[in-house]
């Protein structure tokens, strides 16, 4: 298990340690929008970017890629972050991030 938190929110950006599948660091000038996306019982959190060919090339490999992939064919961004795992409700986390945005962007 890793001690890195899950996410992180400054003024630099979003650091996703999520997943396996996580892009890492996204500075807050790449970030477009958020949307909010629920699948069965898990919530997600779509980050939109600028440039989403930008973060398919971060994958460290090929299934890392796919799954990159299938997020920005189907949600239109390859940054899907499934919060049912963190300690924050999808609405508080998805308000903190809006809140930085201003404040940063």
Not at 9 to 17: K, L, P, Q
Not at 19 to 26: A, C, S
Not at 64 to 77: K, P, V
Request: glycine content about 2%.
């Amino acid at each position: 298990m890793s001690s890195k938190a899950a996410l992180i929110i400054n003024e630099e950006g979003i650091t996703d340690n999520s997943t396996l599948t996580n892009v890492g660091f996204i500075p807050w000038k790449d970030v477009t929008d958020f949307q909010p996306f629920k699948i069965a019982s898990n919530n997600f959190l779509i980050i939109h970017v600028k440039n989403p060919k930008t973060y398919l090339k971060k994958a460290k490999n090929s299934i890392i890629r796919q799954s990159l992939m299938y997020n920005f064919n189907h949600y239109g961004s390859p940054i899907a972050i499934n919060t049912s795992s963190l300690s924050k409700k999808i609405e508080e986390i998805e308000q903190l991030l809006l809140t930085a945005s201003e404040k940063y962007s």
